[in-house]
C-alpha cells in the first residue's frame, strides 16, 4: 500500500515537531511548511531533518505563509495530502491584542485558504483537515468543565479569529462534505513549548534563579487558572481525529486546573525550594522559604518573584477546565501525563539547557536572559 501523505502547517512549533515525529513513526510521509526567517527557524524539527539531495524523503519541508493563498494552493497541489493539519498561527494570546490584525490574517483567514484550497483543488473527498482549535474560544466562563456544547465568549483577538477558523471549518464540512474537523486543544506544553508561554517561561526563570543566572520572575495574573497537558499526548490526539468514520469536533483536556501561581510553586518545589507568598495583585512577591537542596544556594528570605501588570491582559480568560468524556468514550484517549510529571520533565530539560548557559557565561560569552 502506498504511504499516507501529510501536510503539516506550523510544522516548527511546539505541535508541529511532536506530530511529525509521530506521523513519520506511522510510515507517513511527511511535508511542512516553514516560513523564511533571516535565521534558522527549524530548531525543534532539525533532528528529522534529511539531506535535501538524497532521493527518497519521508520528511520535506516548503518555504510558504498563512497569508500567501497562491502559495498553499499550488502545495497542496503538488503534495496532493491524504491529511492537512492545520497547526499554523500567530498562537500569543496577549501579543494578538499588539497585531490584531495579522492574527486575523493568519489565524483566521489563513483556515479559509487552506480549505478553499482543497476545494478549488477537487479534493475534498480525498483530503481529510485538521484545524487547531482552542480553550480560548470559552473566554469568558460560561459553564464549567467546558465541553464540545459550551457557547464560545471570545476575549481576545487571537480567541475571535480562532472562532472564525472553526466556524470556516465546520461551514465547509456543512456545505461541501469535506472530512474537516476542529480539535478544541486546552493549554498543553512540554520542553520545546516557546519561551514566552507561562509555563516555559517559569520553569527557565526557576531554573535560572537556581543556577544564579537570574534574580527575579516577573509574571502578570497569578490567580488564572489552566487546564495543562503535555503535547505528546495531545498530538496522538489530532492523528485519531482524522482516523473516524465520520468528520467531528474535539475537546481534548486532562480535566483538571490549576493557577498560575501553584504552578510557580509547584516548579520550585521541583528542586526543593519551598516559596511564601506575600501580597495581592499588582503588589504580590514570592521568596524563599526553605531550600533543601544543597546543589542550589538561595539563602531563605530571597525575593525570587515579582508581579509586573505589563503582563496583565486588557481582557483576560480567567477559568479553564476542560471535559474530554467524549474523546475518551468514543476513542478511547486519555491523557497519560499529569501536571507533577509535565512540570518534572519540563524542569529537568531547562535545568540542563540552563546549566549549558551558565558554563557559555563562565566562558564569557552572552546568553540571553529576558523573555517578554
Ligand atoms: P507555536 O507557536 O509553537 O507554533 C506555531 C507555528 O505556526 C510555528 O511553526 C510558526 O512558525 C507557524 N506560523 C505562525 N505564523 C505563520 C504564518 N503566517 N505562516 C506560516 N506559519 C506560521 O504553537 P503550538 O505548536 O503551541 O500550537 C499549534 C497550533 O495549535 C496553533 O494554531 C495554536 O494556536 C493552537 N493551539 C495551541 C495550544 C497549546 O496549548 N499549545 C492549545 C490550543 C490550540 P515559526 O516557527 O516560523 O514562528
Ligand atoms: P494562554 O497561554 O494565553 O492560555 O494561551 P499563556 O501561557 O500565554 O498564558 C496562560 C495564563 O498565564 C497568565 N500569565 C502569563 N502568561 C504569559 N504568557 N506570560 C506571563 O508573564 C504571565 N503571567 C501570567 C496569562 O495571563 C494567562 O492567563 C495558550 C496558547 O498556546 C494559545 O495558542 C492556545 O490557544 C491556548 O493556550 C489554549
Redesign the pocket.
Do not use: C, I, P, W
Given at each position: 500500500m502506498k504511504d499516507k501523505v501529510a501536510f503539516i502547517?506550523?510544522?516548527?512549533?511546539?505541535?508541529?515537531a511532536y506530530l511529525s515525529e509521530l506521523l513519520l513513526k506511522k510510515g507517513y510521509v511527511v511535508h511542512g511548511?516553514?516560513?523564511r526567517?533571516s535565521l534558522l527557524?527549524t530548531d525543534r524539527v532539525d533532528h528529522l531533518y534529511q539531506d535535501p539531495h538524497i532521493q527518497h524523503r519521508n520528511f520535506i519541508l516548503h518555504y510558504?505563509?498563512?497569508?500567501d493563498s497562491t502559495n498553499l494552493i499550488r502545495l497542496i497541489q503538488s503534495i496532493q495530502p491524504d491529511e492537512i493539519y492545520?497547526?499554523?498561527?500567530?498562537?500569543?494570546v496577549q501579543v494578538s491584542f499588539e497585531v490584531p490584525e495579522y492574527t486575523a490574517n493568519?489565524?483566521g483567514i489563513?483556515t479559509l485558504r487552506i480549505l478553499d484550497a482543497v476545494r478549488l483543488l477537487g479534493m475534498e473527498k480525498k483530503t481529510r483537515i485538521y484545524q487547531?482549535?482552542?480553550?480560548?474560544l470559552y473566554g469568558k466562563v460560561q459553564e464549567v468543565p467546558q465541553s464540545e456544547t459550551t457557547p464560545f465568549y471570545p476575549r481576545s483577538p487571537?480567541a475571535v479569529a480562532?472562532m472564525y477558523a472553526y466556524w470556516i471549518t465546520v461551514n465547509y464540512r456543512e456545505a461541501y462534505g469535506m472530512f474537516a474537523c476542529n480539535g478544541i486543544?486546552?493549554?498543553?506544553?512540554s520542553p520545546i513549548?516557546?519561551e514566552t508561554?507561562v509555563t516555559r517561561k517559569i520553569t527557565r526563570a526557576v531554573s535560572r534563579i537556581a543556577l544564579g543566572l537570574q534574580d527575579i520572575l516577573y509574571l502578570g495574573n497569578l490567580d488564572a487558572q489552566r487546564d495543562w497537558g503535555h503535547?505528546k499526548d495531545?498530538v496522538k490526539m489530532m492523528w485519531m481525529i482524522l482516523q473516524t468514520d465520520e468528520p467531528e469536533d474535539w475537546v481534548i483536556a486532562t480535566g483538571k486546573t490549576t493557577a498560575v501561581r501553584d504552578f510557580v510553586r509547584m516548579a520550585f518545589a521541583e528542586i526543593d525550594i519551598e516559596l511564601e507568598f506575600k501580597g495581592k495583585g499588582e503588589t504580590e512577591k514570592a521568596f524563599v522559604k526553605e531550600c533543601r537542596n544543597p546543589e542550589y544556594q538561595l539563602p531563605i528570605g530571597k525575593q525570587v518573584l515579582q508581579v509586573d501588570p505589563k503582563y496583565f491582559r486588557p481582557t483576560e480568560v480567567d477559568l479553564l477546565i476542560g471535559d474530554p468524556t467524549k474523546a475518551k468514550t468514543k476513542l478511547g484517549w486519555e491523557a497519560t501525563y499529569d501536571l507533577p510529571m509535565l512540570i518534572k520533565e519540563m524542569m529537568e530539560s531547562d535545568l540542563k539547557l540552563m546549566k549549558k548557559d551558565q558554563y557559555l557565561k563562565k566562558g564569557g560569552f552572552t546568553t540571553l536572559n529576558y523573555y517578554e
Open positions: 502547517t506550523g510544522v516548527t512549533g511546539q505541535d508541529g511548511l516553514k516560513r526567517s527557524n510558504g505563509d498563512m497569508t492545520n497547526l499554523a498561527a500567530m498562537s500569543h493568519a489565524d489563513g487547531a482549535s482552542t480553550s480560548e487571537y480562532k486543544l486546552f493549554n498543553h506544553e513549548r516557546g508561554f503535547a495531545y
